[in-house]
């Protein structure tokens, strides 16, 4: 069974930084999509970014386009989400997810079918 595991995740001032990184396992982690998502207090998931398999093709939530960025190391069976200019409301639990099979890239939690259990990242304004 395939597990991803997230960390990275803390306390940061508005306008900061932190990088979160996903540790999956699985021996051909890059035929995947994978994608970071986020849960705020109260309120429903939401999608952060995708990756696609080999290509490396990436799609971006509106809200986060140009702050961060999302890449990964199929060599390390890694993903990851630097962010910048970090938003109080951005404090959120951010889960990992891995694609189903056949998913190429995309925004959608119900592609995604192998989740962490997430890293808390709080800001503080």
């Known amino acids: 069974q395939v597990q991803m595991v997230e960390s990275g995740g803390g306390l940061v001032q508005a306008g900061g930084s932190l990088r979160l990184s996903c540790a999956a396992s699985g021996r051909t982690f890059s035929s995947y999509a994978m994608a970071w998502f986020r849960q705020a207090p109260g309120k429903e998931r939401e999608f952060v970014a995708a990756?696609?398999?080999?290509?490396?093709?990436?799609v971006y939530a509106d809200s986060v386009k140009g702050r961060f960025t999302i890449s990964r190391d199929n060599a390390e069976n890694m993903v990851y989400l630097q962010m910048n200019s970090l938003k109080p409301e951005e404090t959120a639990v951010y889960y990992c997810a891995r694609g189903k099979p056949l998913t190429s890239i995309s925004t959608l939690e119900g592609d995604f079918g192998s989740w962490g259990r997430g890293t808390q990242v709080t800001v503080s304004s």
């Open positions: 990756i696609s398999g080999i290509a490396g093709r990436t």
